[in-house]
């Protein structure tokens, strides 16, 4: 089974999804990429202590110069 990915304009989608309905050897799957509760909690909670100590950043290129000296 081949797999195809479409991007098509949010005006032409009802009608191309009406002419696809129509063929019988093609399933058509609609999903929604949708963030947790759980998650969006987790970053609000991450926003708010970093708000309230922004000393505790550590820039990408200090992280990677520490876990590089870790290594063995």
Sequence with gaps: MTQIVL????KK????????????YVKVEET???VPAWQKKEVQKR???IRAN???LVSSKEALRHLKSLRV
């Design 47 to 49: 926003i708010k202590s």
């Design 13 to 24: 989608v009802k009608t191309f999804l009406s002419f696809i309905h129509g063929l019988n």
């Design 7 to 10: 991007s098509l304009p949010d």
């Design 32 to 34: 929604e990429f949708a």
């Design 54 to 56: 922004p000393g505790q």
